[in-house]
């Protein structure tokens, strides 16, 4: 082991722990790190070696450095009392308990990022949430916690702490996408916020609510649902680059592109959307042979969804969904829109 790193968030309130932890060799950056810290004073973020009591460090060494600004003494004494103390005790305990190997102590050094917000008050509750995030920041840096399996299952099913929502991926087909098309703004909301909460429903910013309001439109749906998909519908045609850039500044989660814009227009507008996070939706709307178009496509890039799209206003006898298996074939997810009706609910879903 040269050397590795941990996490850990523990506790409520103002006195909530959170740690960030790096664990290495003698020989490794971690050792850089820990001399630097040390020989390397900041103003408000002075660092301090722990102790369990004076005159006593652990082993192996930890050197605890605040992320807040320390602004007073009373911010001080919480740095220099609970929180040293208790990452003391974790470092010992974590040897004792077999987490970091006894023989090893005098090999390792371990950095210590504590977090001690500038309203907590209460110091039982620093030192033992302290301890508790410290202790397992130790153990899952040492146990290579969390796996690559782990991270991959957890990415779209977490919610943060702090910002309590997750980023919706479109990774458990299939989606009930539900288009907010009415040109007015109270009336959506109205709609929005009798919808009920999942993960398989997803939302559609209609082209007359984008271009009444404005591709901002989307962050106050999000005053609404914080943790919703809402998909972009702009049909773009020119400046795909550009208009992609709108949708991300606008905290969409996949833009529309109209199948019908030059095929420089596509790649550009499919490049800025996944190099803003969002994703990129071709509307194959009024495109005579969407099959064909796919082919002239995938020879410049490939979106993450294509629509296989019925107008409104069209009266075409060929249902979207009856090439959803040859699109699928580029290894794109698939939606269709237009014609689709209780009635023939199975019909859809068997044609893939």
Not at 14 to 31: M, N, R
Not at 161 to 170: A, C, I, N, Q
Request: charged share 25%; with cysteine; glycine share 6%.
């Amino acid at each position: 082991m040269e050397f590795r790193v941990g996490e850990a968030l523990i506790g409520e309130g103002y006195e909530v722990a959170h740690v960030d932890l790096l664990i290495g060799t003698k020989d490794s950056p971690v050792a850089t790190a820990f001399a630097n810290a040390l020989a390397t004073l900041s103003a408000g973020h002075t660092p301090l070696l722990a102790v369990l009591r004076p005159n006593l460090i652990t082993k192996p060494p930890a050197v605890i450095v605040p992320k807040v600004t320390v602004r007073n003494m009373e911010q001080a004494e919480l740095i220099f009392g609970p929180a040293q103390a208790a990452v003391a005790k974790a470092v010992a305990d974590a040897v004792d308990e077999g987490y970091i190997p006894r023989e090893k102590a005098e090999d390792y050094l371990i950095v210590v990022s504590v977090f001690i917000h500038p309203l907590a008050k209460n110091k039982h509750k620093i030192y033992y949430y302290n301890y508790g995030a410290t202790k397992l920041a130790i153990k899952r840096a040492m146990q290579n916690f969390p796996d690559v399996g782990t991270m991959l299952y957890e990415k779209d099913r977490s919610y943060h702490p702090f910002v309590g929502r997750k980023l919706t991926k479109l990774w458990d087909p299939p989606y009930l996408q539900i288009a907010l098309d009415i040109p007015e703004l109270e009336e959506v909301i109205s709609v929005l916020s009798q919808i009920p909460e999942s993960d398989h429903i997803i939302f559609e910013v209609g082209t007359p609510l984008v271009k009444k309001y404005g591709c901002e439109v989307v962050l106050k749906l999000r005053d609404v649902k914080p943790d919703a998909f809402f998909i972009l519908d702009l049909k773009t045609l020119d400046v795909g680059n550009l208009e992609a850039r709108m949708a991300a500044d606008a905290t969409a989660n996949a833009v529309v592109i109209s199948g019908l814009a030059p095929i420089s227009t596509i790649a550009k507008g499919v490049s800025e959307a996944k190099k803003t996070g969002m994703l990129a939706v071709v509307d194959m709307l009024n495109v005579e042979d969407p099959v064909k178009r796919m082919d002239q496509i995938a020879k410049e890039t490939l979106p993450d969804v294509v629509e296989l799209h019925r107008a409104i206003d069209s009266e075409q006898s060929v249902p979207p969904w009856s090439l959803a298996k040859e699109i699928k074939k580029y290894r794109v997810l698939v939606a269709v829109a237009g014609g689709i009706k209780p009635e023939n609910i199975t019909e859809v879903i068997s044609a893939g």
